[in-house]
């Protein structure tokens, strides 16, 4: 067995082995009290097969007695055109903003970064505000965030963005501030005019450290998203799932939090894909 | 110490260069480096005298101020007092002439560039045509024998495929005057004689008036038609030594002739000297 599927196999058993206990384990629990504990109880983590009929029924794939609707008349399409905030057009709508808070979050942060990090005079203006209000927990800011711009997809942008906006922009001020200073000489010694130094050596060496902060942004980003759909929505899966905590749907809350991970996956392999292509000629592995 | 003498000791006397007319020369040229009550002269009162089509070293042991003469003479760095010009001009510190092409000691190639578009940055900065540009470029990268790697990122290069680069993009500009700053200093034994090879190619060629500072006596010697040898700190002009030796010439061969051998144990007594006075400093 080489290492490679010895490594895969070990993962699919921990996987297995994970399914089985949140499947099976609480049914022991008559048996053995001292060795299930009380977290178990599927009222709170649900199973496995719950969460799965949970996910196709949210999908409008079965109805709600399980039977499949899917192509049926008045089947899916009619199931999904009864909830305006269905699977679908909740995965839309929190991707849509996370990819408008995300875009926001990194041209915005980055602009401010390079203008601050190659002005020594504003960075001295500005860095103390910067820094004090980085340190607020910006998460604490989410309620006020969606009483000032309500509940519509305005607040979830802005609540993405001031996550994402000070990752890039400490991330551009220091990349600005470490250009290589030989680079800059020897741009001007062949007669660079100043904004072609800017264009050609500040712009792309200060991208490499923008590029380098992509990943965990659109995390950021993503949480944001969520966060302000908790706190006020109309759509979006952070609003499904604070109506199934109101029912004391965990099935529910579980399958959104699969979607949820399926979409920050996602993201962040894209994400990832386009740095490395962008930052290919840091590769020198070859 | 500090003497304006209308023939200084670096002008050449003898030799081709002799009748050529000066392109560069300082005059009591000084740096002072640090704070009001915490100085560090580094050069002081250099009177030089470069001629057109000149090849000259300036020798010296490390810290002796050679780096920050040629760095005051490229415009980046501001001279104390004295004066320096270029073609009876005097310059101007942060002002970067066109007629001067500058070679750095680290390498400074740009990581994001590839081979290609670094040779060509000067040309592409200056706006030339594509055919032009191409075809420069072409010819500097089948000199530089780094054809095949066209495409490649500095990463993935050698320091001597890089200083390569660096040299190319700086010629393709076809400046009148080379300034080198100890180019070859990160470089190993070999790969440094292939880059003397290389040199000496370009300027038996087009003979750049070429001001190369290195504490490589060898170096000193295969390239130039003088050496300026400067005293330890602070650097003044210790004594000029022409190198007459025939051209063109091999950098390996070379190194196997007497006259070679002679004049190599004459400079390195008085190169030696100057290291004993670091030493005991």
């Known amino acids: 067995m080489t290492g490679r599927s010895s490594v895969v196999f070990v993962q699919l058993a921990i996987i297995l082995f994970t399914l089985a206990v949140w499947q099976w384990a609480y049914d022991l629990r008559p048996y053995a009290k001292w060795l299930i504990p009380d977290f178990l109880d599927p009222y709170f983590i649900s ?24 192509g049926k008349e008045d089947g899916t399409l009619a199931c999904l055109a009864a909830d305006d905030n269905n699977l679908f057009a909740a995965t839309l709508v929190t991707l849509k903003n996370t990819l408008w808070g995300f875009a926001i979050g990194v041209s915005s942060g980055y602009v401010v970064g390079l203008l601050l990090g190659r002005s020594p005079f504003l960075s001295s203006v500005f860095e103390p505000f910067l820094i004090a209000f980085n340190s607020i927990p910006r998460i604490a800011l989410v309620p006020l965030v969606v009483m000032m711009f309500g509940i519509g997809d305005t607040s979830k942008i802005v609540t993405a963005w001031l996550l994402v906006f000070f990752l890039v922009f400490f991330n551009t001020f220091e990349g ?111 | 110490m500090s003497s304006m003498s209308p023939n200084p000791a670096s002008l050449p006397t003898s030799g081709p260069a002799a009748s050529k007319p000066t392109r560069i020369s300082t005059r009591n040229l000084s740096k002072v480096f640090g704070t009001e009550d915490n100085q560090v002269v580094a050069v002081e009162d250099v009177d030089l005298d470069i001629r057109e089509g000149e090849f000259v070293s300036l020798l010296g042991p490390s810290g002796c101020g050679k780096s920050t003469l040629l760095n005051m003479i490229a415009g980046l760095i501001p001279s104390s007092s004295g004066t320096i010009s270029l073609d009876g001009e005097e310059l101007e510190a942060d002002h970067f002439s066109p007629k001067l092409g500058y070679i750095f000691q680290r390498d400074t190639t740009v990581p994001w560039r590839s081979v290609k578009k670094n040779i060509g940055f000067g040309l592409e900065l200056a706006g030339v045509d594509s055919k032009t540009y191409n075809r420069k470029v072409r010819d500097a990268i089948a000199q530089a024998r780094l054809t095949g790697f066209e495409n490649a990122f500095p990463a993935m290069l050698s320091g001597g495929m890089r200083q390569r680069v660096s040299l190319m993009r700086t010629l393709v500009m076809e400046p009148e005057i080379l300034l080198m700053d ?33 504490h490589d006596l060898a170096e000193a010697l295969t390239l130039s038609d003088r050496i300026i040898l400067l005293s330890s700190r602070p650097g003044r002009v210790k004594e000029v030594f022409e190198v007459g030796f025939e051209r063109p010439r091999d950098a390996v061969t070379l190194r196997e002739t007497d006259e070679y051998s002679r004049l190599f144990s004459h400079i390195w007594h008085s190169l030696g000297e100057e290291m004993n006075t670091v030493g005991s400093q």
């Open chain 1, 47 to 70: 199973k496995p097969s719950e969460i799965w009929t949970q996910l196709l029924r949210l999908s409008c794939l079965t109805s709600f007695d399980g039977t499949w609707i899917f």
């Open chain 1, 176 to 286: 600005a501030r470490q250009v290589d200073r030989s680079l800059l000489s020897m741009a001007r010694l062949l007669q660079a005019k100043e904004w072609q130094v800017t264009t050609k050596i500040i712009i792309p060496s200060t991208l490499t450290w923008v590029f380098a902060s992509l990943t965990p942004s659109i995390s950021f980003a993503l949480i944001g998203v969520i966060v302000g759909e908790f706190i006020g929505a109309r759509q979006g899966l952070g609003r499904i799932m604070m109506e199934a905590q109101a029912r004391g749907q965990s099935s529910v809350m579980m399958a959104t939090v699969i979607v949820l991970m399926i979409i920050g996956v996602t993201l962040a392999l894209g994400v990832k894909a386009l740095q490395s292509y962008l930052l290919r000629w840091q590769d020198e592995a070859r």
């Open chain 2, 182 to 214: 100890e180019p070859f200093g990160a470089l190993d034994a070999h790969t440094k004689i292939d880059m003397h090879r290389l040199l000496l190619d370009i300027w038996e060629r087009q003979h750049q008036t070429v001001v190369f500072v290195t």
